[in-house]
């Protein structure tokens, strides 16, 4: 009889929130691959209905500690388009550096305490801190000062509550804007010697075929607004990710899994689908460090993810800068609107990829209907069509490595699903 092994992983390691993963292998098949995210539902979308708008963006910013400004952007984004706001070029900037501060700390907890400590046979970030001292103190320095745009924009570093539909409930002072420029200068320095050493890991080959979706916008690289671009199908409008997506429920997770309707396959967002779609699209300085570092005929390979995740910051760091240096005073903190009943969808790019709203409100501005699409959910199945593709080079190893190699793969998408303890139980079945 052939020898059938089961590998479970019970709680994954350096990742957001609770999930596990079962490996069933029959002889020299893969048999099953299942991620299973078994963190309890939170039924947001059912309790956002009754609200009234003006509450939306504060509570949808509790779905997530690490990305809440991604909730918070692509939600007055929907309700905007519902309402047909049309915020001023000065919101429309703050919000974007406002974004740049999430894409900078949530990139920069990622690689420097999650992802890099793969790469050197450690456990753990404070494990590596000890090689890397330095090192470890850049990143943390790069991640205080996304933190501290966010703290100004925001109101505060995490759960930001200055965000209202329309656009802010406080704008800054050019005083406090200029005040992070030195420190992310600093960071900017910092980013990019980080850029130059994570350039020269010993990156694992794994490089399997696979649809890529990102936002695309003509005149920047895509954050709040855009086109939902493919590496295989022609560009849709936003307004159409219903019509061309499709989410089911699936046994095994409490998370959807998402695929195309017409073509039930799946698909990969996040920094590299970005990085693939977008590349021309970088700051200038970012566009040529990424094609010295990281030409696009590498960055097929999944493990190189914290390359794209490290270009992408020095990007936000340069367009911060940027924006702060342009950023003019203004009254205006919001664009003043009447309630009326509509419905509005939006798309941004999280730092983990696109996420996409929809809502339907009532006339007196009340939510009747809400639909969110996170990053994560749309890109498990894609994860687990890469865990099958790449244990065919692990399946003569010890169950112990291939529990371990497959968490690192897992690691490299940074799903949102929280730190937990590891466990690894190994069941053999008879030979």
């Given at each position: 009889?052939?020898?059938?092994?089961?590998?479970?992983?019970?709680?994954l390691?350096?990742?957001?929130g609770e999930?596990?993963?079962?490996?069933?292998?029959?002889g020299?098949e893969?048999?099953?691959?299942?991620?299973c995210?078994?963190?309890p539902p939170?039924?947001?979308?059912?309790?956002?209905?009754?609200?009234?708008?003006?509450?939306?963006p504060?509570?949808?910013?509790?779905?997530?500690?690490?990305?809440?400004?991604?909730?918070?952007?692509v939600s007055?984004h929907?309700?905007?388009?519902?309402?047909?706001?049309?915020?001023?070029p000065e919101i429309?900037?703050?919000r974007?550096l406002?974004?740049?501060?999430?894409?900078?700390?949530?990139h920069?907890l990622?690689?420097f305490?999650?992802?890099?400590a793969?790469?050197?046979?450690c456990a753990?970030?404070?494990e590596l801190?000890?090689?890397?001292?330095?090192r470890?103190?850049?990143?943390?320095?790069?991640?205080k000062?996304?933190?501290?745009?966010?703290?100004?924009?925001?109101?505060r570093?995490i759960?930001?509550?200055?965000?209202?539909?329309?656009?802010?409930?406080?704008l800054p002072?050019?005083?406090?804007l200029?005040?992070?420029l030195?420190p992310?200068c600093?960071a900017l320095?910092?980013?990019?010697?980080?850029?130059?050493?994570?350039?020269?890991?010993?990156?694992?080959s794994?490089e399997?075929?696979?649809?890529?979706v990102?936002?695309?916008?003509?005149?920047e690289?895509?954050?709040?607004?855009?086109?939902?671009a493919?590496?295989?199908?022609?560009?849709?409008?936003?307004?159409?990710?219903?019509?061309?997506?499709?989410?089911t429920?699936?046994a095994?997770?409490n998370?959807?899994h998402?695929t195309r309707?017409?073509?039930?396959?799946s698909?990969?967002?996040?920094?590299?689908?970005?990085l693939?779609?977008?590349?021309?699209?970088?700051v200038?300085?970012?566009?040529?460090?990424a094609?010295?570092?990281?030409?696009?005929?590498l960055?097929?390979n999944?493990?190189?993810s914290?390359?794209?995740r490290?270009?992408?910051?020095?990007?936000?760091?340069q367009?911060a800068?940027?924006i702060?240096?342009?950023?003019?005073?203004?009254?205006?903190?919001?664009?003043?609107?009447?309630?009326?009943?509509?419905?509005?969808?939006?798309?941004?790019?999280?730092?983990?990829g696109m996420?996409?709203?929809?809502?339907?409100?009532?006339d007196?501005g009340?939510?009747t209907?809400?639909?969110?699409?996170?990053p994560?959910?749309?890109?498990?199945?894609?994860?687990?069509?890469d865990?099958?593709?790449?244990?065919?080079?692990?399946?003569?190893?010890?169950?112990?490595i291939?529990?371990?190699?497959c968490e690192?793969?897992?690691?490299?998408?940074?799903?949102?699903?929280?730190?937990s303890?590891?466990?690894v139980?190994?069941?053999?079945?008879?030979?």
């Open positions: 009889m052939s020898r059938s092994r089961k590998i479970t992983v019970n709680a390691t350096r990742v957001e999930g596990a993963l079962h490996i069933r292998i029959d020299n893969i048999a099953e691959v299942r991620l995210i078994y963190e939170r039924f947001f979308e059912a309790f956002l209905c009754g609200r009234s708008i003006q509450d939306v504060d509570m949808t910013a509790r779905i997530c500690g690490i990305c809440p400004v991604a909730y918070q952007m007055v929907a309700l905007e388009a519902a309402l047909g706001i049309a915020v001023t429309r900037q703050l974007r406002l974004y740049c501060g999430e894409w900078i700390e949530s920069a990622h690689i305490m999650l992802n890099a793969d790469f050197f046979g753990n970030g404070i801190a000890k090689q890397f001292p330095e470890i103190n850049d990143g943390l320095r790069i991640k000062t996304g933190n501290s745009i966010v703290e100004i924009l925001g109101g570093a759960h930001p509550v200055n965000v209202r539909v329309g656009g802010f409930h406080r002072s050019r005083d406090e200029t005040s992070l030195q992310l600093g320095d910092a980013a990019i010697d980080s850029a130059e050493w994570i350039a020269g890991f010993d990156f694992p794994f399997p075929d696979c649809e890529w990102a936002l695309h916008h003509p005149d690289y895509a954050m709040n607004e855009g086109v939902i493919s590496t295989r199908f022609p560009a849709i409008d936003v307004g159409e990710y219903e019509r061309d997506f499709a989410e429920q699936v095994h997770s998370a959807l998402s309707r017409d073509h039930p396959s698909y990969l967002l996040g920094p590299l689908a970005r693939t779609l977008n590349r021309h699209r970088l200038p300085d970012a566009l040529r460090l094609n010295r570092i990281a030409p696009p005929s960055m097929q999944r493990f190189r914290i390359l794209a490290i270009i992408e910051v020095v990007s936000c760091l367009q800068i940027l702060i240096e342009e950023y003019r005073e203004t009254k205006e903190a919001f664009m003043p609107h009447v309630a009326k009943a509509g419905f509005g969808c939006a798309a941004t790019e999280a730092p983990r996420m996409y709203h929809h809502y339907e409100i009532s007196d009340l939510v209907k809400a639909k969110i699409v996170p994560t959910s749309q890109n498990q199945r894609q994860i687990e069509s865990l099958c593709l790449y244990l065919p080079q692990l399946i003569h190893e010890p169950d112990e291939i529990a371990a190699e690192k793969l897992i690691r490299t998408y940074d799903p949102c699903i929280s730190c303890t590891h466990a139980t190994i069941d053999r079945g008879p030979r």
